[in-house]
T-cell receptor, first 113, second 114 residues
Framework: QQQVKQSPQSLIVQKGGISIINCAYE??????FPWYQQFPGKGPALLIA?????SEKKEGRFTISFNKSAKQFSLHIMDSQPGDSATYFC????????????FGTGTRLQVTL | KAGVTQTPRYLIKTRGQQVTLSCSPI?????VSWYQQTPGQGLQFLFE???????NKGNFPGRFSGRQFSNSRSEMNVSTLELGDSALYLC?????????????FGPGTRLLVL
């Protein structure tokens, strides 16, 4: 049972544009939602994370928006750059099994010039 | 601080063999988790070790096992390798506490089973 659904599967954005990736979860016990960026041949790198008591969190050009009632959260990349071209994964975990991250299927982002 | 390191980076094995992968966490991190990444199944949680004890386990067969040493370094073992075990194996370390849930991944070990 896939517990975290991620969309779109791939995304092409022009340089300077806004990239938006969406995730939806089913398990209401999830209480920690990180986003990871992965370049080919590398391990995932933690970008930003949010907990459900906050509706938005911003770090530099990256913003997470969280909608607890809809069980959805999204990553916004402002002023997208070619160097942002990578695969992005959302994930979720719950207290009790906090280290067990359930990942979305990934979004391949390409930022064009 | 140095990041998470994994050795070896690449491995080629044949069916039926066994393999041991190693992970050194970030200094001060007591939790080490292992994940399998494949194009078909994505990123899947294998297990987590904290203070030398397995604390959480994913849905993988018993052929997949691990251990953690007193210095928090961890090893993962896969016995009787199958073709489907070909994957990128990632380890991640964290403080392992309620307030320290951020997991930091290593570069992974790419295993090819022939």
């Amino acid at each position: 049972q896939q517990q975290v659904k991620q969309s779109p599967q791939s995304l092409i954005v022009q340089k300077g544009g806004i990239s938006i990736i969406n995730c939806a979860y089913e398990n209401t016990a999830f209480d920690y939602f990180p986003w990871y960026q992965q370049f080919p041949g590398k391990g995932p790198a933690l970008l930003i994370a949010i907990r459900p008591d906050v509706s938005e969190k911003k770090e530099g050009r990256f913003t997470i928006s969280f909608n607890k009632s809809a069980k959805q959260f999204s990553l916004h990349i402002m002023d997208s750059q070619p160097g942002d071209s990578a695969t992005y994964f959302c994930a979720a975990s719950r207290t009790g099994t906090a280290s067990k991250l359930t990942f979305g299927t990934g979004t391949r982002l390409q930022v064009t010039l | 601080k140095a990041g998470v390191t994994q050795t070896p980076r690449y491995l080629i094995k044949t069916r039926g063999q066994q393999v041991t992968l190693s992970c050194s966490p970030i200094s001060g991190h007591r939790s080490v988790s292992w994940y399998q990444q494949t194009p078909g199944q994505g990123l899947q949680f294998l297990f987590e070790y904290f203070s030398e004890t397995q604390r959480n386990k994913g849905n993988f067969p018993g052929r997949f096992s691990g251990r953690q040493f007193s210095n928090s370094r961890s090893e993962m073992n896969v016995s009787t390798l199958e073709l489907g075990d070909s994957a990128l194996y990632l380890c991640a370390s964290s403080l392992g506490s309620t307030s320290g849930r951020a997991q930091y991944f290593g570069p992974g070990t790419r295993l090819l089973v022939l």
